[in-house]
């Protein structure tokens, strides 16, 4: 089946840590997008990739980073420089940039302890 | 500053009425717009989308209104189910651009 995998569901990580979410799409879209979900604020849009090897800063991009290697793949980095790491993260994709929906991961939950 | 507002946080309506979900934007760019149902600790899932030639656009249950000189859309869903609580979102591209999202509206249905 088609669709997008984001791995883990569940992630830790200690104040200082960098850690890389996991998002891979076998839609063969070409572009992926990051946003984030905390309560009362929606999805906020943190990093897009409309085609390989390139990609743009969304609205909340300090602190996190994002590679497009492959047309699959589009990995998110947290780092340390994030404030409020803690939140919900979802990846989507879509197969052309505008008049269309977005197909989102189920997401990976991330607690900073 | 959100560009896609959803000022209502919660709706709570009885099965079988209907339930009128708002949206308003302020970026006269947007020109494609989508709601999506979320359900806690998933993906939202794609419900309707209506492009900003049109004013209306129908799929089952589900209707949603467009209003370009008020910037305004609106989900319709009749009748109303129980299994229709989620976290509904309004989302709008802008032209060759993104994907942004309002701040999602609570619809409880009760029983």
């Known amino acids: 089946d088609g669709g997008i995998t984001q791995s883990p569901k569940y992630l830790f990580r200690k104040e200082g840590q960098n850690v890389t979410l996991s998002c891979e799409q076998n839609l063969n879209h070409d572009a992926m997008y990051w946003y984030r979900q905390d309560p009362g604020q929606g999805l906020r849009l943190i990093y897009y990739s409309q085609i390989v090897n390139d990609f743009q800063k969304g609205d909340i991009a300090e602190g996190y980073s994002v590679s497009r290697e492959k047309k699959e793949s589009f990995p998110l980095t947290v780092t340390s420089a994030q404030k409020n790491p803690t939140a919900f993260y979802l990846c989507?994709?879509?197969?052309?940039?505008?008049?269309?929906?977005?197909?989102f991961g189920q997401g990976t939950r991330l607690t900073v302890v | 500053d959100q560009q896609v507002k959803q000022n209502s946080p919660s709706l709570s309506v009885q099965e079988g009425r209907i339930s009128i979900l708002n949206c308003d934007y302020t970026?006269?760019?947007?020109?494609?717009f989508l709601w999506y149902k979320k359900y806690p600790a998933e993906g939202p899932t794609f419900l309707i989308s209506i492009s900003s030639i049109k004013d209306k656009n129908e799929d089952g249950r589900f209707t949603v209104f467009l209003n370009k000189s008020a910037k305004h859309l609106s989900l319709h869903i009749v009748p109303s189910q129980p299994g229709d609580s989620a976290v509904y979102f309004c989302?709008?591209?802008?032209?060759?651009?993104?994907?942004?999202f309002g701040a999602g509206t609570i619809l409880r249905v009760k029983s």
């Open positions: 970026n006269s760019m947007f020109d494609y």
């Open positions: 989507a994709s879509t197969n052309r940039v505008g008049y269309t929906e977005a197909f």
């Open positions: 989302a709008a591209w802008e032209y060759g651009n993104k994907l942004v």
